[in-house]
């Protein structure tokens, strides 16, 4: 090729990728709107699967069962049932620990629930349900877990 400053240079045809027709960038390409598409259906499904999963309920237990919570699938708490032995006037302390602990097994069932119903998306942020009673792995020293 000679150098003729005279005749502007060749420009060479774009024939993919992104800014060509049909290219990753156009839309219906890869990269382009033609996703938004796959995107808000998966969106859909994921809002209705949670909205499934949040008229179910789950319960929490401590001491063995004698106290109970029930709790829908978006953390409402429901009903708390206490086992008449475990009223202890003198021991108040115990009861309160035992619902707190209750109420943390309910989250921690809720939290898998959410995550079932994502599905492939179970690892996105749910948000900070689990976290809202102490987190999905609780806490190493707790003995109802």
């Known amino acids: 090729m000679t150098d003729n400053s005279d005749t502007p240079p060749e420009v060479p ?3 993919g990728g992104p800014g060509a027709p049909g290219g990753d960038a156009a839309p219906g390409g890869p990269g382009g ?9 998966s969106a859909q499904q ?4 949670q909205a499934e999963a949040a008229q179910r309920v789950v319960e929490g237990t ?3 069962g004698v106290v ?3 709790m829908t699938g978006n953390g409402e708490v429901t009903a708390v049932t206490l086992a008449p ?22 989250g921690v069932k ?3 629930l959410q995550r079932e119903a994502l599905g492939a998306l179970g690892g996105l942020d749910i948000g900070g349900l689990g976290e ?4 999905a792995t609780g806490s190493p020293d707790d003995p109802d877990r």
């Open 68 to 70: 109970t919570v029930q």
């Open 46 to 49: 994921a809002f209705s699967a």
């Open 132 to 135: 809202m009673f102490g987190g």
């Open 110 to 112: 809720v939290t898998e």
């Open 33 to 41: 709107l033609g996703d938004l598409g796959g995107l808000l259906e």
């Open 13 to 15: 045809e774009v024939v």
């Open 85 to 106: 032995a475990v009223v202890d006037p003198d021991d108040i302390e115990m009861l309160q620990d035992l619902i707190v602990a209750a109420l943390h097994d309910a």
């Open 62 to 64: 401590a001491g063995g």
